[in-house]
């Protein structure tokens, strides 16, 4: 079974910073998909970022952007020129490509806080 | 695009009522999946629909729930004999095809309360 980790579970930036998210995951898959998914307070779960396990270029979204690496296992998440709306609940997930329903396996969330 | 939606978006009941919650999908999205998050945790997945079938269901879900989709769009949970452990957000999430290149469009979230 596949497992990710996010072991912060919390985090503060000032406004305008550069913030790393951490996430490792475990699986014995050689194809998946990673993600990053942003919760707001009281809002719904929308996705930052993702990243095929074959591609070896890293995945980039505007200011948002991932680490892969598929050798250690590593997913991390850096958010550059951080605004206050980042304030969320980031999720590490993990979707494996064969054989499965393609749901998604979440790690247990990091609360990032943006501050004026 | 209207976005997933689901009804209602809180509930409270009494231990051992039963419940039913709706999701209504992104339209033409043929994937439908719902996800339970506890306090702290992440979502953790229930079950899942392509279009009317269910292929896929999580040990979590126990013979007290049940998930349908009748007709391949919106689709319900119902929990039988609330437990207060069933206390949780209940998330619908879909997507548009079966390639694993789709997203995850993720809804608002049941938030169940059991006293």
């Known amino acids: 079974a596949q497992t990710v980790t996010q072991s912060q579970p919390e985090m503060s930036v000032q406004e305008a910073e550069t913030v790393t998210l951490s996430c490792t995951y475990d699986?014995?898959?050689?194809?998946?998909?990673l993600f990053w998914y942003k919760q707001p307070p009281s809002r719904q779960m929308i996705l930052v970022i993702r990243?095929?396990?074959?591609?070896?270029q890293n995945a980039t979204e505007n200011r948002f952007s991932v680490n892969f690496q598929k050798a250690a296992k590593s997913f991390s998440l850096k958010i550059s020129d951080s605004q206050l709306g980042d304030t969320a609940m980031y999720f590490c997930?993990?979707?494996?490509?064969?054989?499965?329903?393609?749901?998604?396996?979440f790690g247990k969330g990091m609360k990032l806080t943006v501050n004026p | 695009d209207t976005g997933v939606s689901q009804d209602p978006r809180h509930k409270i009941t009494k231990r051992g009522q039963n419940v039913t919650f709706r999701c209504d999908p992104i339209?033409?999205?043929?994937?439908l999946y719902w996800y339970r998050q506890t306090l702290g945790q992440g979502p953790e997945f229930l079950t899942y629909?392509?279009?009317?079938?269910?292929?896929?269901k999580s040990r979590l879900l126990s013979d007290r729930f049940s998930a349908e989709r009748p007709k391949g769009s919106f689709s319900t949970l119902e929990i039988q004999r609330t437990e207060q452990g069933d206390s949780a957000m209940y998330l619908c999430?879909?997507?548009?095809?079966?390639?694993?290149?789709?997203?995850?469009?993720f809804g608002p979230g049941t938030r169940l309360t059991v006293l």
């Open positions: 999430a879909s997507s548009p095809t079966g390639s694993l290149t789709d997203t995850q469009y």
């Open positions: 699986t014995s898959e050689n194809n998946y998909y």
């Open positions: 990243q095929e396990a074959y591609k070896q």
């Open positions: 997930a993990f979707m494996k490509t064969q054989g499965g329903s393609e749901k998604l396996v």
């Open positions: 339209s033409e999205h043929n994937r």
């Open positions: 629909f392509q279009n009317e079938a269910q292929l896929e």
